[in-house]
């Protein structure tokens, strides 16, 4: 299968910084990378998303990057508000193989 | 809500025993794919179903199988079970076949609990 690794695994911040998760994956056929949200006790929930002819998309507060050289891509959150604390994945391809989650904390 | 529906919502059974898990995809899709979440665990790939026949497969053990029918549900057995099969068990669908990607939408899970 694909491998994605994802970091950090957990990530505190406070209220208002700015929040970084970053994915690298070994599958250059790869052209679709999507950002899941799961909050406690609940189902992922597709927050944004990116295809290989795209280096950036933004959608309000929440931004990927995606740098296919390199192999990977990252999921840029701006403004944190306690809402935003969750579990976030990324994933990769068709079978949307995912990275093993960051936890994210933001202290009021 | 996903238009996903997972039943039951809750299980529990003993060690040894045989499940069944099933998914409704939302109207239309045609990919079903199931994942294993284990306590503080990421979403693990088990297996993806298109159409009716199995076009991935991901960790899954030689115990556990999966079918999707006519109607396009999906079925997840899990066979001779052991204390660490105990994990929620999510099922998502999307569109489409493999090579055109699209959002996956996720159903609220099964949770099983193997004592």
């Known amino acids: 299968g694909e491998n994605v690794e994802q970091h950090p695994s957990t990530l505190s911040v406070q209220e208002g910084d700015s929040a970084v998760i970053k994915c690298t994956y070994s599958?250059?056929?790869?052209?679709?990378f999507p950002w899941y949200k799961q909050e406690l006790g609940k189902r992922p929930q597709l927050i944004i998303d990116?295809?290989?002819?795209?280096g950036e998309k933004k959608d309000q507060r929440i931004a990927v990057t995606l740098n296919k050289t390199a192999k990977h891509f990252s999921l840029h959150i701006t403004e944190t508000q306690p809402e935003d604390s969750a579990v976030y994945f990324c994933?990769?391809?068709?079978?949307?193989?995912f990275g093993t989650g960051t936890s994210l904390t933001v202290i009021p | 809500d996903s238009g996903v529906t997972q039943t039951p919502k809750h299980l529990i059974t003993a060690t040894g025993q045989r499940v069944t898990l099933r998914c409704s995809p939302r109207?239309?899709?045609?990919?079903v794919y199931w994942y294993q979440q284990s306590l503080d665990q990421g979403l693990q790939f088990l297996i993806q179903?298109?159409?009716?026949?199995?076009?991935a497969k991901g960790n899954i053990l030689e115990r556990f199988s999966a079918q999707q029918f006519p109607d396009l549900h999906s079925e997840l057995n899990l066979s001779s079970l052991e204390l660490g099969d105990s994990a929620l068990y999510f099922c998502?669908?999307?569109?489409?076949?493999?090579?055109?990607?699209?959002?996956?939408?996720f159903g609220q899970g099964t949770r099983l609990t193997v004592v």
């Open positions: 998502a669908s999307s569109p489409y076949a493999t090579g055109v990607t699209a959002e996956a939408f």
């Open positions: 599958d250059s056929a790869s052209n679709y």
């Open positions: 990116i295809r290989s002819n795209v």
């Open positions: 994933g990769i391809g068709n079978q949307f193989y």
């Open positions: 109207s239309g899709d045609l990919s």
């Open positions: 179903y298109y159409n009716g026949e199995e076009r």
